[in-house]
């Protein structure tokens, strides 16, 4: 079992900066890959990001590339996602999720998934 917890959410305007964060437990926390997914009311859960197990690769949604970052504290057991340039079309309930061994853009290869954090981006 991996718990994690998100946190970082809220209400922000068209344009601005939010930082999620993604806190798991465990001594295994550092040898799992790491994703951030999103789901908006009425559509499918969406990859956002992903980074491997070390920090050193990262994957990013077209629709976010270049906007947010993810990365990783593994003393910390935490993961991030910092969202700028934020727009409407980013609002959405935000997970993150933790797999064994590579990463993957595919939401239902994950083994272990937080409660998710809201985030609504106001024009």
């Known amino acids: 079992q991996v718990p994690l917890v998100e946190s970082g959410g809220g209400l922000v305007q068209a344009g601005g900066s939010l930082r999620l964060s993604c806190a798991g437990s465990?001594?295994?926390?550092?040898?799992?890959?790491m994703g951030w997914f999103r789901q908006a009311p009425g559509k499918e859960r969406e990859f956002v990001a992903t980074?491997?197990?070390?920090?050193?690769?990262?994957n990013y949604a077209d629709s976010v590339k270049g906007r947010f970052t993810i990365s990783r504290d593994n003393a910390k057991n935490t993961v991030y996602l910092q969202m700028n340039s934020l727009k409407p079309e980013d609002t959405a309930v935000y997970y993150c999720?933790?797999?064994?061994?590579?990463?993957?853009?595919?939401?239902?290869?994950?083994?272990?998934w937080g409660q998710g954090t809201q985030v609504t981006v106001s024009s």
């Open positions: 999720a933790a797999k064994s061994y590579s990463p993957s853009s595919h939401a239902h290869q994950y083994d272990y």
């Open positions: 465990g001594r295994t926390f550092s040898s799992y890959a």
């Open positions: 980074i491997t197990w070390s920090g050193r690769n990262t």
